[in-house]
T-cell receptor, first 113, second 113 residues
Framework: AQSVTQLGSHVSVSEGALVLLRCNYS??????LFWYVQYPNQGLQLLLK??????LVKGINGFEAEFKKSETSFHLTKPSAHMSDAAEYFC???????????FGGGTRLMVKP | DGGITQSPKYLFRKEGQNVTLSCEQN?????MYWYRQDPGQGLRLIYY???????QKGDIAEGYSVSREKKESFPLTVTSAQKNPTAFYLC????????????FGEGSWLTVV
């Protein structure tokens, strides 16, 4: 079985500060991992995905995530937060044996001026 | 442009009525999905379809029905049996179910009045 845990349902940072959104997964086989972003009243957009190539994955809008197998983590980071980064972020996991994506509960990022 | 179109964006339903949410995709994807999102919460899978004329129940299928008569279309009917239908509904698609990136529509808000 696969599952995803996002630590912290709400994260608040100041504009210009480091953004760190945590995601831990459980999967019995090497996973595919995804981060999505959702702006208010909109669907989810893909930020980035890991599919067993480089462990450091770069996505859109300056975000990146690092796959750490030993920690079963796929945390999302951005060096400097912008007001426009305020949104809900979802981590998701799938493995390549026929299972669909399983989503975490989401983390709402708030950016203070 | 390729994408997923959901309609209507906002829908009001009287108690006891069935309503149907439309979802159309022109991405030539085999797999389509319906998710429910309650305010401040994550995504829960209602139904999914891997191919035309086939669909499977997700985690919260009770009170919902779907059809997949065409590859491009996957409408969701919220029946009167769904006791708490007020939510944000997201349609999505992917090339296949297994381990692929899921692309989302813009969502539909359903409110019971």
């Amino acid at each position: 079985a696969q599952s995803v845990t996002q630590l912290g349902s709400h994260v608040s940072v100041s504009e210009g500060a480091l953004v760190l959104l945590r995601c831990n997964y459980s999967s019995s086989v090497p996973p595919y991992l995804f981060w999505y972003v959702q702006y208010p009243n909109q669907g989810l957009q893909l930020l980035l995905k890991y599919t067993s190539a480089a462990t450091l994955v770069k996505g859109i809008n300056g975000f990146e995530a690092e796959f750490k197998k030993s920690e079963t983590s796929f945390h999302l980071t951005k060096p400097s937060a912008h007001m426009s980064d305020a949104a809900e972020y979802f981590c998701a996991v799938s493995h390549n044996a026929g299972n669909m994506l399983t989503f975490g509960g989401g983390t709402r990022l708030m950016v203070k001026p | 442009d390729g994408g997923i179109t959901q309609s209507p964006k906002y829908l009001f339903r009287k108690e006891g009525q069935n309503v149907t949410l439309s979802c159309e995709q022109n991405l030539n994807h085999d797999a389509m999905y319906w998710y429910r999102q309650d305010p401040g919460q994550g995504l829960r899978l209602i139904y999914y379809s891997q191919i035309v004329n086939d669909f499977q129940k997700g985690d919260i299928a009770e009170g919902y029905s779907v059809s997949r008569e065409k590859k491009e279309s996957f409408p969701l009917t919220v029946t009167s049996a769904q006791k708490n239908p007020t939510a944000f509904y997201l349609c999505a698609s992917s090339v296949r179910v297994s381990g692929n990136t899921i692309y989302f529509g813009e969502g539909s808000w359903l409110t019971v009045v």
